[in-house]
Nanobody, 122 residues
Framework: QVQLVESGGGLVQAGGSLRLSCAAS????????AGWFRQAPGKEREFVAA????????DYAESVKGRFTISRDNAKTTVYLQMNSLKPEDTAVYYC???????????????WGQGTQVTVSS
């Protein structure tokens, strides 16, 4: 069992930056793939970014590529999402998720956090 707790969301102006953190319980997290997803009002949840256990491979949605950076600190069992050049369309609830290192990094996540709100004003 892995528990995830996100933090770092808030209100920021367009062009600004935020860093989200996701603290995980359980040593098994170190061997798991981790990802960030988001859900805007009235829309389906979508993939944002993912990172494998060794950090050697990352993946990003086209809409955030070049602006967002995912990273992890396995010693601290924490995953981060650095978000730069934020746009109003980035407004959403952001969720951290993790799963065993099997299959596509964009789907099949087993454990989810409660989410943190990110609001970007124009």
């Amino acid at each position: 069992q892995v528990q995830l707790v996100e933090s770092g969301g808030g209100l920021v102006q367009a062009g600004g930056s935020l860093r989200l953190s996701c603290a995980a319980s359980g040593r098994t997290f170190r061997s798991y793939t981790a990802g960030w997803f988001r859900q805007a009002p009235g829309k389906e949840r979508e993939f944002v970014a993912a990172i494998i256990r060794s950090s050697s491979v990352t993946d990003y949605a086209e809409s955030v590529k070049g602006r967002f950076t995912i990273s992890r600190d396995n010693a601290k069992t924490t995953v981060y999402l650095q978000m730069n050049s934020l746009k109003p369309e980035d407004t959403a609830v952001y969720y951290c998720a993790t799963k065993e290192a099997l299959g596509s990094v964009r789907e099949g996540y087993r454990y989810w956090g409660q989410g943190t709100q990110v609001t970007v004003s124009s």
